[in-house]
C-alpha cells in the first residue's frame, strides 16, 4: 500500500456528515455549560465555595474526567516533538510526568486537604505566613496562564481554515471566553466530562487507523531516521533532563490543587490521580505513534500541522468529525480550565477579600486573563514548547522546593524566606535566559539559587 496521502486544503477534506458531527459536539458543549450555570444558580448552590471548588463535592468519574481533559491542552506541542523526535516525545511529555503524578498521588494528596484552602496561594499563605499570599500568586499566574493552549487554538483554526496565526488565535480564544465567560467551576467539569471522552476516542482512532493502513513498527522504521527511535532526540542530557524538573512543577501546579481541594475525600483524589496517570499513558502512546506516522507519511508538512493534517487525510468521512471534535475538545477544556484558575488567581487571591462577593467580579477576572492570554500568545508565535519552559521553569525554580520543604518539615521556612527565596530564583531565571548559555535551561538556576538562599538563611538563623 502506498505511504503517501492526497495533500489538499484541509477544510476541502471534510464532508457535511463531518461538519454535523464537529458541530454537534460544539451545541451539546454549550448545552451542558448552560446546564452547569443553573445548577450554580440554584438557591442551594450560591456561595462561592460552590463557584471556585463545586462545594468539595467532586466523585471519582467526574475528578478523573476534569483532570485528564485540562491537563492535555498541548496536543500540537506532544505531537510536534513526536513528529520532529520521534519516542523523545513519550519520554519528556510522559514519563517525567507519570513519576510525578504517581507522587503527588501518594505523598501530597494527604498533606494538602488539612489545610482547608480553596487556591493553592491561600495554602502558601497558611503555610508560610500572610506576605506569601500575593507573592505566590504571581508565581501561580504565571504558571497558569494559557498560553501554550491559545497557541493551540490558532494553530488548529489556521490549518483548517488558512489565515493568519494572529487572527486564529484571537477568534479562537474569544469562543472560548465567550462559552465560558458565565461558568464556574461545575460548568468546566460538566464540560470537561464529555470533553474527555471524545478527545480519548479521537487519538485513539488515528492510531489504531494508522496502524491497520500502513502496518506497525516495521513500516515506521522503515519511513523514519533511526533518530526518532532515540530516547535523547539528539539532545543532551541536560536538556532533557530539564523536563524532569519542570515535570516537577506538577507538585505546585495550581490545576492539580483545585482538582484535589474539590475532592469529596481524599480518597477520591488518590485514586483519580493514579486512573488519570494510566489514562495519559495510554493518550501519550497514540499521540507518539501519530505523530510519528504523520511524519513517516508525510514528511514535509509543517511539522506543528503534520499530525493534524494526517488525521484528516488518513480518516474516512465522519470519523473526521470525530476527531474534529476530539482535538477541539483537549484544547477548549485546557484553555476555559486555566482560564478560570487564573481569573480566579486575580479575583480571589491578588484582589482584597471585600471584593470576593462582588458581582461579576469573577467574570472581570476572566475577562481579564483572556485578554492577556491573547496579546502574550502573539509574541511566541507558535513556540509551544517554549512557552512550557519558560512558564514551568518559573514554578519549579522558584517554589518547587520552599513548598516541598514545608509540606515535610512545617514551619521550617518562615514567610520572610519564602519571598526572598523566590523572587531570587525569579530573578536569577530572567537574568540567565537574557545572559546565560542556551545549553543549560533556566530550570536549574532558579533550584539552585532558591536552595541557596534558603540554606543561607537558616545558616544566619
Known amino acids: 500500500m502506498s505511504n503517501s496521502l492526497p495533500s489538499v486544503p484541509i477544510y476541502q477534506l471534510l464532508s457535511s456528515l463531518d461538519w454535523i458531527v464537529f458541530f454537534g459536539f460544539q451545541f451539546l458543549t ?3 455549560v448552560i446546564y452547569g450555570q443553573r445548577l450554580l444558580k440554584s438557591p442551594t448552590r450560591t456561595s462561592a465555595l460552590d463557584y471556585l471548588l463545586m462545594g468539595r463535592q467532586l466523585t471519582l468519574p467526574f475528578f478523573i474526567a476534569t483532570l485528564v481533559a485540562s491537563w492535555y491542552g498541548g496536543i500540537f506541542g506532544v505531537t510536534q516533538i513526536a513528529f520532529e523526535q ?11 510526568w507519570y513519576i510525578t503524578y504517581i507522587i503527588f498521588a501518594l505523598f501530597l494528596v494527604d498533606k494538602i486537604r488539612p489545610y482547608h484552602a480553596v487556591t493553592l496561594p491561600e495554602i502558601l499563605g497558611k503555610m508560610f505566613g500572610p506576605g506569601s499570599v500575593r507573592l505566590g500568586s504571581l508565581f501561580n ?3 497558569i ?3 501554550a493552549y491559545a497557541l493551540s487554538m490558532g494553530i488548529f483554526l489556521q490549518t483548517l481554515f488558512g489565515g493568519s496565526l494572529q487572527l486564529c488565535i484571537l477568534v479562537g480564544t474569544l469562543f472560548v471566553m465567550a462559552y465560558s465567560f458565565y461558568g464556574g467551576f461545575r460548568a468546566v467539569v460538566f464540560s470537561d466530562f464529555l470533553q474527555f471522552l471524545i478527545m480519548c476516542l479521537a487519538v485513539f482512532l488515528v492510531a489504531l487507523v494508522a496502524y491497520f493502513h500502513f502496518g506497525g513498527v516495521s513500516f515506521l522504521k522503515q519511513n523514519l531516521p533511526a533518530a526518532h527511535f532515540d530516547w535523547r532526540g539528539g539532545e543532551s542530557y541536560a536538556s532533557i533532563f530539564s523536563w524532569g524538573l519542570i515535570a516537577l512543577a506538577t507538585l505546585v501546579d495550581p490545576c492539580f490543587y483545585q482538582r484535589v481541594l474539590a475532592a469529596s475525600r481524599p ?9 488519570s496517570t494510566l489514562i495519559w499513558v495510554g493518550f501519550d502512546l497514540c499521540t507518539t505513534l501519530g505523530g510519528m506516522y504523520a511524519r513517516a507519511v508525510l514528511p514535509h508538512a509543517d511539522p506543528k500541522q503534520g499530525y493534524f493534517q494526517f488525521a484528516l487525510e488518513l480518516l474516512p468521512s465522519g470519523l473526521r468529525g470525530v476527531f474534529l471534535a476530539g482535538a477541539f475538545a483537549t484544547i477548549i477544556s485546557t484553555l476555559s480550565s486555566f482560564m478560570h484558575i487564573a481569573g480566579v488567581t486575580i479575583t480571589y487571591d491578588l484582589l482584597p477579600k471585600k471584593f470576593h462577593h462582588k458581582k461579576g467580579i469573577h467574570q472581570l477576572g476572566f475577562l481579564l486573563v483572556g485578554l492577556f492570554t491573547i496579546l502574550l500568545s502573539f509574541a511566541f508565535d507558535g513556540r509551544i514548547k517554549e512557552v512550557w519552559k519558560t512558564m514551568g521553569s518559573y514554578a519549579a525554580g522558584c517554589l518547587l522546593v520552599p513548598m516541598m520543604i514545608n509540606f515535610w518539615r512545617p514551619k521550617t521556612i ?3 524566606t519564602f519571598q526572598l527565596s523566590a523572587i531570587s530564583g525569579a530573578l536569577a531565571i530572567t537574568l540567565w535566559k537574557i545572559f546565560g548559555s542556551s545549553e543549560l535551561d533556566g530550570v536549574y538556576v532558579g533550584i539552585v539559587v532558591t536552595t541557596s538562599i534558603i540554606g543561607l538563611r537558616k545558616l544566619l538563623s
Request: hydrophobic share 55%; net charge positive; glycine share 10%.
Open 86 to 96: 520521534g519516542v523523545y516525545n513519550f519520554v519528556t511529555q510522559g514519563i517525567f
Open 414 to 416: 518562615d514567610d520572610k
Open 145 to 147: 496562564v494559557p498560553v
Open 30 to 32: 454549550i448545552a451542558i
Open 267 to 275: 480518597q477520591i483524589a488518590k485514586r483519580g490521580i493514579l486512573i
Open 141 to 143: 499566574f504565571v504558571n
